[in-house]
C-alpha cells in the first residue's frame, strides 16, 4: 500500500542548512509536494517537484528527487527562526487525485 | 486566485451533539473536494472524497453515517459529524481540487482550507 515515511525531529542553528528527508512507496506518484504547517495553522505550499526531475530549486529551498531510490528531500538554506514548523512532503497517486501524506518532520530552528 | 476557506476555524461541542463544518471555494469552482483529519503531531489522514452532486467515496475504516459529507454546489462542501465524541476531537482541513488551468499553477490540483479545530466535551 502507499505509505509516506518522514524523520519526526530535526533541530538546526540559524543561519545553517536543514535537509529533511521523506520517503514514499508508489513508484507511479506523478508529483511529489512540501508543504509547511505552523501551530494550529493549516498548510502552506512551499514547493513541488514532477516525478521526471531530479532537482528543483526555489529561492531557499531545494528539491532533491531519487526516483530509484524513492526518497525526496528539501533542503533549505540559511534556516532562519520563522522556519520553525512541521514540514509534509505528500506524493500524488499515479492515476488519481489524492494526496498521501507524509508523517511530518518537526523543524526547530535555534537562534 | 484558489482560495480555500473553513467555517468555523473552531469549535467547541457537548457529547452527542452534531457539528456542521463548511468548506468553500472562494474564487473558482471545485469539482472535487476532500475531507481530511489531523490528530494532535500526527500526519493528515484522508477521511472523504467528494464530488459535486454525489455521494462522497470514504477510505476504509472512516463511518460513513458518522460523518456526513454534502457536496451540494461547485463551491461548497459541509462535514457533518454526528453525535459527536471526545474521541473525534481533531483537526479537520479540506481541500479544494481545481479544473485545469484554475490557481497559480495548474500542476498544483488541490488547495487547501485553514482547518476547523474541533473539541468534544
Known amino acids: 500500500g502507499e505509505d509516506v515515511e518522514q524523520s519526526l525531529f530535526l533541530s538546526v542553528r540559524e543561519g545553517d542548512s536543514s535537509v529533511i528527508n521523506c520517503t514514499y512507496t508508489?513508484?507511479?506518484?506523478?508529483?511529489l509536494y512540501w508543504y509547511k504547517q505552523e501551530p494550529g495553522a493549516g498548510l502552506q505550499l512551499l514547493t513541488y517537484i514532477f516525478s521526471n526531475m531530479d532537482m528543483k530549486q526555489d529561492q531557499r529551498l531545494t528539491v532533491l528527487l531519487n526516483k530509484k531510490d524513492k526518497h525526496l528531500s528539501l533542503r533549505i538554506a540559511d534556516t532562519q527562526t520563522g522556519d520553525s514548523a512541521i514540514y509534509f512532503c505528500?506524493?500524488?497517486?499515479?492515476?488519481?487525485?489524492?494526496?498521501?501524506f507524509g508523517t511530518g518532520t518537526r523543524l526547530k530552528v535555534l537562534a | 486566485g484558489a482560495v480555500v476557506s473553513q467555517h468555523p476555524s473552531w469549535v467547541i461541542c457537548k457529547s452527542g451533539t452534531s457539528v456542521k463544518i463548511e468548506c468553500r471555494s472562494l474564487d473558482f469552482q471545485a469539482t472535487t473536494m476532500f475531507w481530511y483529519r489531523q490528530f494532535p503531531k500526527q500526519s493528515l489522514m484522508l477521511m472523504a472524497t467528494?464530488?459535486?452532486?454525489?455521494?462522497?467515496?470514504?477510505e476504509q475504516g472512516v463511518e460513513k453515517d458518522k460523518f456526513l459529507i454534502n457536496h451540494a454546489s461547485l463551491t461548497l462542501s459541509t462535514l457533518t459529524v454526528t453525535s459527536a465524541h471526545p474521541e473525534d476531537s481533531s483537526f479537520y482541513i479540506c481541500?479544494?481540487?481545481?479544473?485545469?488551468?484554475?490557481?497559480?499553477?495548474?500542476?498544483?490540483?488541490?488547495?487547501f482550507g485553514p482547518g476547523t479545530r474541533l473539541t468534544v466535551l
Open positions: 481541500s479544494a481540487r481545481t479544473r485545469q488551468g484554475v490557481g497559480t499553477d495548474p500542476r498544483v490540483t488541490q488547495y
Open positions: 467528494s464530488n459535486e452532486g454525489s455521494k462522497a467515496t470514504y
Open positions: 505528500a506524493e500524488r497517486a499515479g492515476g488519481t487525485y489524492k494526496y498521501i
Open positions: 508508489d513508484s507511479s506518484s506523478t508529483y
